[in-house]
């Protein structure tokens, strides 16, 4: 007999915190029972609505939903099927998202059977001249500040053990639709000795282990690039050279599969 959560809706008011310099908004939601696991059955959905012209920022703090069977769906704005957004499982805490739009919404749909611990966000209004928190990958450092305005840098480092692929320093610019947004998508730290990894989300960048410089000897490195259901991937290469006849990169997943 699994306890059933039918159609729960919440509305999450914004907690409002002045300071002489700023308001800062933001709030924390948790999934029900967080830390000690969510309902089976659950069907639990929050809408965060911010200020006309403002967008909302997740950042995850803690995520753990069964990987596959049970998901957390986000909508840009309310939660109609038109505006689905994208759908986050598993064990690993997501990267923070940031609506188009002043509406943002949460929808946590679980099977009937195996929890885990849930999740636990902050959401955060981010005004048209704001970037929002990057976020800090895994085994990265992030410096430069708490300032994630337009002009404002951050820059990235990696604990050792671990290096770097990607951009170190991102700048908050503003994009031709007017809206402030990071130049480079965080950078991810990988341990010294490995290469490879899977990527998701919208768009990302991969390099050869240690580009721009040269790869190693010796190197077997697989990436995964996971897409949402029906949607397609495109790959498009801005720089590449390996050694003509030796070594090579090929390509699964498209048709035909390729080799360069
Ligand atoms: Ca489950």
Redesign the pocket.
């Known amino acids: 007999i699994s306890s059933l959560l039918h159609e729960t809706l919440f509305f999450v008011p914004f907690v409002i915190l002045s300071t002489t310099q700023m308001t800062i908004i933001f709030s924390f939601i948790e999934s029900p029972g967080f830390p000690y696991g969510y309902p089976?059955g659950a069907n639990c959905t929050w809408v965060i609505i911010g200020e006309e012209g403002s967008r909302i920022q997740l950042i995850f703090l803690s995520f753990a939903i069964?990987e596959e069977?049970?998901f957390l769906s986000l909508y840009n704005g309310h939660p109609h099927p038109a505006n689905f957004r994208t759908r986050l499982t598993g064990f690993q805490v997501p990267p923070p998202v940031t609506s188009t739009g002043n509406v943002f919404s949460l929808r946590l749909t679980?099977?009937?059977?195996?929890?885990a611990h849930g999740f636990k966000l902050n959401y955060e209004e981010l005004h048209s001249t704001s970037c929002g928190n990057p976020g800090v990958p895994p085994k990265a450092v992030l410096s430069g500040g708490s300032r994630f305005g337009v002009g404002d840098r951050v820059q990235y480092s990696c604990v050792p053990g671990y290096v770097l692929d990607g951009h170190a320093t991102l700048t908050c610019i503003t994009n031709a639709g007017n809206t402030a947004v990071w130049d480079f998508p965080a950078p991810i730290c990988r341990a010294e000795d490995t290469c490879g990894g899977t990527v998701r989300g919208g768009s990302g960048v991969v390099t050869s282990p240690g580009y721009p410089g040269n790869y190693g000897n010796q190197a077997d490195c697989t990436w995964i690039v996971l897409a949402e259901p029906g949607d397609t991937i495109s790959v498009i290469f801005t720089d590449f050279q390996t050694e003509e006849k030796y070594d090579y990169l090929e390509v699964e997943g498209s048709e035909p599969p390729t080799i360069w």
Do not use: R, T
């Open positions: 089976n069964e069977y049970d679980s099977d009937f059977a195996v929890s």
